[in-house]
């Protein structure tokens, strides 16, 4: 077993991570677990997802895959179901799961192109976020919804995404006004470019030229880094935030 801290920040907490599988989803489950966690893995990659399953129950204790598509009620439904069956609860959510962009002129992007994309990072954020709230009206709890340096300003050839990752903060705000009476607090994170699967895919070699310039930092960030701010979005440290957007982005935005 892996030594945990002494008084692990998320001791007894039930945290429920999409696309938890890979990248930043991947890196909150392991900090979220190390902390002491009940993790809830919940991705379509089923390989990958069991694996890391295991690996966290072997090293911490408990965690659970459930294989899920974000981009189907039903999926959505039976993920915040079966959390609820085995832990009773959901103190924390992280609506992570997402898909990139082909670089695309908005004139000549299609509506399969809108369809396939809004889908994840728009509608299943929505429905996500509608099951989860659900679950904890009664005892709050605390939401953080993964979106965009993207969600902040706008970026070339990438419409859809701006927009979907615009609409993720839009949502945020919206959920953090309608719900902080309920002890539900609703942030967002905004990620600058982020050493992942998802963007080593997109870049391949141009990645190292391309982080240089990026932002003032003029390096890539690591999905340790946003992990560590989701992390600290869904803990009592703060208990006083909700319907931020966070930029983690190396100053990019600023
Ligand atoms: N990496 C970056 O630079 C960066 C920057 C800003 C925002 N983001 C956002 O961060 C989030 C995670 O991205 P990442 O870089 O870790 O990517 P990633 O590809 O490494 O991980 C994404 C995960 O989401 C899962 N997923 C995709 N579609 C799904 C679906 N329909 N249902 C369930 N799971 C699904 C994938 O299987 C994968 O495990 C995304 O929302 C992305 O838009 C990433």
């Not at 002491?36 to 399953?53: K, Q, T």
């Not at 997109?202 to 390096?219: I, S």
Request: with cysteine; glycine share 12%; aromatic share 4%.
């Amino acid at each position: 077993m892996v030594s945990a801290p002494e008084t692990p920040r998320f001791a007894g907490k039930v945290a429920l991570i999409t696309g938890g599988a890979s990248g930043i989803g991947r890196a909150t489950a392991e900090l979220l677990a190390r902390e002491g966690a009940r993790v809830v893995i919940a991705d379509r990659c089923r390989e990958e997802g069991n694996a890391l399953g295991s690996r966290l129950r072997r090293d911490h204790g408990d965690a659970l895959f459930i294989e899920t598509d974000v981009t189907c009620p039903d999926s959505i439904e039976a993920m915040v179901t079966r959390t609820l069956r085995e832990h009773g609860r959901i103190d924390c959510a992280v609506n992570n799961a997402g898909l990139s962009e082909t670089p695309i002129d908005l004139t000549d992007a299609t509506p399969q192109h809108w369809t396939r994309l809004m889908s994840v990072n728009l509608r299943g954020v929505f429905l996500s976020m509608q099951h989860e709230i659900q679950a904890m009206l009664e005892s709050g709890g605390a939401i953080v919804n993964v979106s965009s340096r993207t969600g902040l300003v706008g970026k070339p050839r990438h419409a859809i995404y701006t927009a979907g990752k615009h609409g993720v903060l839009g949502l945020t705000r919206s959920a953090a006004v309608d719900y902080a009476r309920h002890g539900i607090r609703v942030n967002a994170v905004c990620p600058g470019l982020v050493r992942t699967p998802f963007v080593e895919r997109k870049l391949g070699d141009r990645l190292g030229e391309l982080a240089a310039t990026m932002n003032p930092m003029g390096r890539i960030g690591e999905p340790e880094e946003i992990a560590e701010c989701i992390a600290w979005l869904c803990s009592d440290a703060a208990s006083f935030v909700t319907g931020i957007a966070l930029p983690v982005d190396g100053g990019a935005v600023a």
